[in-house]
Nanobody, 126 residues
């Protein structure tokens, strides 16, 4: 089973940037689609974006499109979430997640992901 560890969260002013990293253990990572989700206080977990196993394609939630970018480096077993022009409504705990299986496909739905990191907190002040 792949294990994930997120890092890079913190507090930033509105308009600022952060880059989150998600480091994976296990060789299966490079064949798995990955996703980023977030959960604000009192809210349900929501989809942020997803990337194919090869890194060749990404899909984003409308709320972050044009501001956030997902990338991955399979040689380093790491997936990234670059967040620019942050807004107070981006404040949440951010989770990376992976879909098990050979060359798994991307998904918008949290229940279709098989393994999760512990989350990293992002706070955007106005």
């Amino acid at each position: 089973q792949v294990q994930l560890v997120e890092s890079g969260g913190g507090t930033v002013q509105a308009g600022g940037s952060l880059r989150l990293s998600c480091a994976a253990s296990g060789r299966a990572f490079s064949r798995n689609a990955m996703g980023w989700f977030r959960q604000a206080p009192g809210e349900e977990r929501e989809f942020v974006g997803t990337i194919t196993w090869s890194g060749g394609s990404t899909v984003y939630a409308d709320s972050v499109k044009g501001r956030f970018t997902i990338s991955r480096d399979n040689a380093k077993n790491t997936v990234y979430l670059q967040m620019n022009n942050l807004k107070p409504e981006d404040t949440a705990v951010y989770y990376c997640a992976g879909r098990a299986g050979q060359y798994s496909s991307t998904s918008y739905y949290s229940w279709e992901y098989d393994y999760w990191g512990q989350g990293t907190r992002v706070t955007v002040s106005s």
